[in-house]
């Protein structure tokens, strides 16, 4: 027998759910029914535009955060919860062009933040999503 989850995931610092480890588009969509307020629709509607740009992607949670990735290619995107805003990591984003705008210490990923009452740019997100999804992936 499988162990079973009741009630609401756990949310983390930051308001991030604790959803297990899992592969495919179920984990995915459970963390983002958990995702709290104004984040919900965010990552709803994330999820939707990497679908329909990629189809085929890879779907999974891990570390409590969804990924995205092409199957052999490792993973391109990730998804994470923070107070004030929902961080989208872009593993080989120094790659993308225009290059997405928040810097890592890691020389490699870009990551874009989307806050509150922020217009969120689909056009550019499709399009880096499509060119990363491209580009080999990260894997850990």
Request: hydrophobic share 40%; net charge positive.
């Amino acid at each position: 027998m499988g162990v079973r989850m009741t009630g609401k995931p756990k949310l983390l610092a930051g308001g991030n759910p604790q959803i297990p480890k899992g592969d495919g588009d179920a984990p995915v969509q459970a963390y983002i029914a958990a995702m709290p307020g104004w984040k919900r629709e965010v990552g709803r509607r994330l999820d939707v535009l990497v679908e329909r740009v990629v189809p085929g992607v890879r779907k999974a949670v891990r570390w409590n955060s969804p990924f995205y990735g092409m199957e052999g290619q490792g993973w391109f995107l990730a998804v994470h919860c923070f107070t004030r805003y929902v961080k989208l990591s872009f593993f080989r984003g120094a790659s993308l062009r225009p290059v997405p705008p928040v810097a890592s210490k890691d020389d490699k990923v870009r990551y874009v933040h989307i806050h509150e009452d922020e217009d969120i740019n689909e056009a550019q997100l499709a399009d880096w999503i499509k060119q990363a999804s491209e580009l080999p992936g990260w894997t850990p």
